[in-house]
């Protein structure tokens, strides 16, 4: 449960707000949106998170000797060594491959810009 708990916050989900600015042009379409299609959107938009974190968790192992050594990265799990590098590296691989998965599944345009 705490590697879950590390992971999730390895994912960065505060930087997650900035993905709502995919929402925006549906603000300004004029379309009127059905439940099923609202669907799809949060769908979308819950998949985008999953990837933007995936390469949070990429640029932490990519960077995590450096982050070691700065002020305030240091303090992130995979920098503090507090989670085990394979068990990162084989959940951002199965996170990564799943949300991709689900967004071509989703639509196959969606899924190539995954």
Known sequence: MITLRLLFISMRPAAWVQNLLILVPLLFSGK???????FKIIL??????????????????LDAARDAN??????????????SRNRVESAVAILG????????ILNSLFGLVG
């Open 97 to 104: 491959v799943g949300a991709l998965v689900c967004g071509f």
């Open 70 to 83: 700065h002020p305030t990265n240091r303090s992130r799990p995979i920098a503090a060594g507090r989670i």
């Open 44 to 61: 979308a938009l819950l998949i985008w998170c999953l990837l933007s974190g995936c390469m949070a968790i990429i640029n932490d192992l």
């Open 32 to 38: 009127n949106i059905s439940g099923f299609h609202f």
